[in-house]
């Protein structure tokens, strides 16, 4: 089974600052991997996935992430955020053959204006 | 189009009580999970349904949970006896076809359940 683990629980920046969410997985084989985010009073929605391809995957609101097979990473970037962008973020996993996700803890981000 | 709808968002009760909690998928998809995420941890599979046969419960705690979706639409999940450490948010979520994890999964704004 696979396991995740996100390497900050709180993140505190300001407006315009760039923002890097560290996404480790626990897996030997081939992963898909998914960045979740949850905005305050809304529901889990999709930011990006890999599945191939090109390892810098760009998602939605000006996201993007690296996957790097070497390190196990998965890595959220956004060069410069802002007040809406916080929100609890969400590293997932699973295998191709295994369509169950597994979530890591999740980090929480909070833009000050 | 109309997202994955679940109720009630809120639910407090005590322990030994029993709960059940409501979940209608996005329109003509055909796989249905069930969530728990205790506070402060990640989202974790409880079951798995395509249309109205379970794909997977293997982490469901048959003894005291139970879910059922009839119709292969709407799903229920029931706890029966609560105990305190159920108290979670329960997040039902949907994808378009068959099983697989290629498949986005849509999810609901969950049901938070406190158990006293």
């Known amino acids: 089974a696979q396991s995740v683990s996100q390497h900050n629980h709180h993140v505190i920046l300001s407006e315009a600052a760039s923002l890097e969410l560290g996404c480790n997985y626990s897996?030997?084989?081939?992963?898909?991997l998914f960045w979740y985010v949850q905005y305050p009073g809304q529901h889990l929605q999709l930011l990006l996935k890999?599945?191939?391809?090109?390892?810098l995957v760009k998602g939605i609101k000006g996201f993007e992430a690296e996957f790097i097979k070497s390190k196990f990473s998965f890595n959220l970037r956004k060069p410069s955020v802002q007040w809406s962008d916080t929100a609890e973020y969400f590293c997932?996993?699973?295998?191709?053959?295994?369509?169950?996700?597994?979530f890591g803890a999740g980090t929480t981000v909070t833009v000050r204006a | 189009e109309a997202g994955v709808a679940q109720s009630p968002r809120y639910k407090i009760i005590e322990k030994r009580q029993s709960v059940a909690f409501w979940c209608n998928p996005i329109?003509?998809?055909?796989?249905l999970y069930w969530y728990q995420q205790i506070l402060g941890q990640g989202p974790k599979l409880l079951i798995q349904?395509?249309?109205?046969?379970?794909?997977?419960d293997s982490q469901l705690p048959k003894d005291r949970f139970s879910a059922e979706r009839l119709k292969g639409v709407d799903s229920t999940l029931k706890i029966q006896p609560a105990k305190l450490e159920d108290s979670a948010v329960y997040l039902c979520?949907?994808?378009?076809?068959?099983?697989?994890?290629?498949?986005?999964?849509?999810f609901g704004p969950g049901t938070r359940l406190t158990v006293l």
């Open positions: 979520a949907s994808s378009a076809s068959a099983p697989s994890s290629y498949n986005e999964q849509f």
């Open positions: 897996y030997g084989g081939t992963v898909n």
């Open positions: 890999y599945f191939s391809g090109d390892p």
């Open positions: 997932a996993v699973n295998a191709p053959n295994d369509y169950k996700l597994s």
């Open positions: 329109s003509g998809h055909a796989t």
């Open positions: 349904f395509q249309n109205n046969g379970v794909v997977d």
